[in-house]
């Protein structure tokens, strides 16, 4: 049973567009929910991250968008950068420890 | 430093053989963790450390045994590997106890394939 799950599996933009990448999960209990990045050769690390008691994170051209009631959040990455190519993975824990991921969006961002 | 180092890179072993992965962090964290990666699958927890504590996944109960023989060290070791455990093995460390959620530090991996 997938608990966090991730839409697309994979995405294509140009540069300069917004990149939408798509989380949902299951367990009610779940309420911190951190977006993991990672490049080709190199261990995911942490890109943002939000807690179930806000709606929206911003971090630079990275935004979480959260709907407690449908379960649902997004990560929106404005002005994508070739540099952003990458597998984002999105994941849920309830409280600080022991993360369920999703198995990750591929993103490529063409020049 | 912010690093969690795991060895080796790659690792090749045989089907009924043992292996033993080994990961460490200097960052003084007291929770280590160890997921299974494969393709096109969600990274998989399997067991983790809360300081000496050891607390495995109940499907992986029987198949994965770790060690932490201090605070920096932790090992991941299979007895018998067979085909199935063919995958990325990535370590990962966070300070836990806080009311913050932390984040998880992770290592570059150690892709094993059994042969």
């Known amino acids: 049973q997938q608990q966090v799950r991730q839409s697309p599996q994979s995405l294509t933009v140009w540069e300069g567009e917004t990149a939408i990448l798509n989380c949902s999960y299951e367990?009610?209990?779940?309420?911190?929910f951190p977006w993991y990045q990672q490049f080709p050769g190199e261990g995911p690390a942490l890109l943002i991250s939000i807690l179930s008691v806000s709606d929206k994170k911003e971090d630079g051209r990275f935004t979480i968008f959260f709907n407690k009631r449908e379960k649902k959040l997004s990560l929106h990455i404005a002005d994508s950068q070739p540099g952003d190519s990458a597998t984002y993975f999105c994941a849920a824990s309830p409280g600080n420890y022991k993360p369920t991921f999703g198995k990750g969006t591929s993103l490529v961002v063409h020049p | 430093d912010t690093t969690v180092k795991q060895n080796p890179r790659y690792k090749l072993a045989r089907v009924g053989k043992p292996v033993n992965l080994i990961c460490s962090q200097t960052m003084n964290h007291d929770t280590m963790y160890w997921y299974q990666k494969k393709p096109n699958q969600a990274p998989k927890l399997l067991l983790f450390y809360y300081d000496k504590i050891l607390n495995r996944e109940a499907d992986t109960f029987e198949k994965f045994q770790s060690s932490r023989p201090n605070n920096s060290f932790c090992s991941l070791y299979i007895g018998s590997a067979g085909l199935e455990y063919s995958a990325m093995y990535l370590c990962?460390?966070?300070?836990?106890?806080?009311?913050?959620?932390?984040?998880?530090?992770f290592g570059s991996g150690t892709r094993l394939t059994v042969l």
């Open positions: 367990n009610s209990a779940f309420d911190y």
């Open positions: 990962a460390s966070s300070r836990v106890g806080g009311a913050l959620a932390e984040t998880l530090y």
